[in-house]
């Protein structure tokens, strides 16, 4: 499968700052994925893109599909305490489409009172 | 409005032991998939199937069986559980392979 690398691994900010992470693969990537996982639950989707380029936004969170399709950004706007998590990039496991995901190591969100 | 289930939620397991993973999905997606995942690894997919009498391995699939004789249903099996399986699994379903998955709540097992 394809490899992710997801940065940073774990991100110590206030509440209100804004946050920055980043995914990179090692291959073309035709659909990027974010999600968040709560403790003790599954994952769960934040953000789909389709095309290289492409900007989306969810509330207080933004997504980039990178233009080489090698990358994808996340960025969530004035953090409030229930954006702890993890947050998770992914892809085709394959590149093809037809089969599961594939996933980064994640980014550990903690907020600092 | 049950979306992805799995049972059990927790299940402790001796080394030899089999047991089953169950997964149901009533959104009628057509890909299903299974996952573990372990500390620092993110999620590793184990096996998936894009439909009914239809599976395919995944990342990680030595020491897992699957089948899927039905749409809602995507059961994971361990023949003879060993302590490297210790994990929490997650069962996925979507319309397809790459677009968005919804997770269930996962199964946390330990294996002693």
């Known amino acids: 499968g394809q490899q992710l690398n997801q940065s940073p691994q774990s991100m110590f900010i206030q509440e209100g700052e804004d946050v920055s992470m980043n995914c990179t693969s090692s291959?073309?990537?035709?659909?990027w994925l974010w999600y968040k996982q709560d403790p003790g639950e599954g994952p769960v989707l934040l953000i789909a893109l389709y095309k290289a380029g492409e900007l989306t936004s969810n509330g207080r969170l933004t997504a980039q599909f990178g233009i080489t399709r090698k990358d994808s950004f996340l960025n969530i706007s004035a953090s409030i305490p229930s954006d702890v998590g993890i947050y998770f990039c992914?892809?085709?496991?394959?590149?093809?489409?037809?089969?599961?995901?594939?996933f980064g190591k994640g980014t550990h969100l903690i907020i600092q009172p | 409005n049950a979306g992805v289930t799995q049972t059990p939620k927790f299940q402790v397991l001796k080394t030899g032991q089999s047991m089953t993973l169950q997964c149901a999905q009533d959104?009628?997606?057509?890909?299903m998939s299974w996952y573990r995942q372990d500390p620092g690894m993110g999620l590793r997919l184990i096996h998936y199937?894009?439909?009914?009498?239809?599976?395919d391995q995944g990342e990680v699939p030595n020491g897992y069986n699957v089948s899927r004789s039905t749409t809602e249903d995507f059961p994971l099996r361990l023949l003879s559980a060993a302590p490297s399986q210790t994990s929490v699994y997650f069962c996925?379903?979507?319309?397809?392979?790459?677009?968005?998955?919804?997770f269930g709540q996962g199964t946390r097992l330990t294996v002693v």
């Open positions: 199937s894009v439909g009914a009498g239809i599976t």
């Open positions: 992914a892809g085709p496991y394959s590149g093809g489409g037809a089969d599961g995901l594939t």
């Open positions: 959104m009628n997606h057509e890909y």
């Open positions: 996925a379903s979507s319309y397809s392979g790459a677009a968005e998955a919804f």
């Open positions: 291959s073309i990537f035709n659909t």
